[in-house]
């Protein structure tokens, strides 16, 4: 089984170092969505499993790649911004960030990553990029994935309401997972978790 690793907003490829290396007996590729330099595009040459995190759930879920048989979302969603229907990340929070990323793209982007529990350092930006992925937050809503996922969430996420967790991809086949204390960066907090969650989806041993 293939295993395409997809990032979310504000990081790169390097963000999967931990759980990959917990997984590198099973063929994988990783994505780069290209905020700090050259974007790298993943595919798979057969079935796959897309793990993905945060807004990299939106961004598989927009355009499946083939031979997609399932999904773990790991802090994962269709749907970033709250609705009338639907209890999301408030949505003057998201503009607040909209409007102050126009003026200070470097000090919006080391206050979201503070506040999601990662590193603040990083290199030169893509602000145009972030900045329309931001707008995507904002105001997309993904289909709903056409496979089986797994959704794992940390139950003291910073970022994304209990509310919210609880309901991501009603509708769909899926399964609930809670890391118990764990936050928005499951992949780095607690990579060995995620890696059982992953291998008991597909059946691998360790």
Do not use: K
């Amino acid at each position: 089984m293939n295993l395409l690793f997809v990032h979310g907003w504000g990081f790169d490829r390097s963000f999967w170092q931990p759980l990959a290396a917990l997984l590198a007996d099973l063929p994988q590729a990783i994505d780069d969505r290209g905020y700090f330099g050259t974007p790298e595009a993943v595919s798979s040459g057969g079935p796959c499993i897309a793990v993905t995190h945060s807004f990299g759930t939106m961004r598989v879920l927009a355009a499946p790649p083939a031979g997609l048989v399932g999904v773990l979302a790991i802090n994962g969603f269709a749907r970033f911004a709250a609705s009338p229907d639907y209890p999301g990340v408030p949505p003057r929070v998201i503009d607040r960030m909209l409007r102050r990323f126009d003026e200070a793209p470097r000090a919006v982007l080391s206050e979201f990553r503070r506040q999601c529990g990662g590193d603040a350092d990083f290199g030169e930006i893509d602000a145009a990029l972030l900045h329309e992925d931001l707008s995507r937050l904002r105001h997309d809503e993904a289909p709903l994935p056409p496979v089986p996922v797994v959704s794992l969430q940390g139950t003291r996420d910073p970022l994304l309401p209990e509310a919210m967790r609880a309901q991501v991809f009603e509708g769909a086949a899926v399964r609930r997972v809670d890391c118990a204390d764990g936050g928005h960066l499951l992949p780095r907090e607690a990579p060995e978790f995620c890696a059982a969650v992953l291998r008991d989806m597909i059946g691998t041993p360790a």
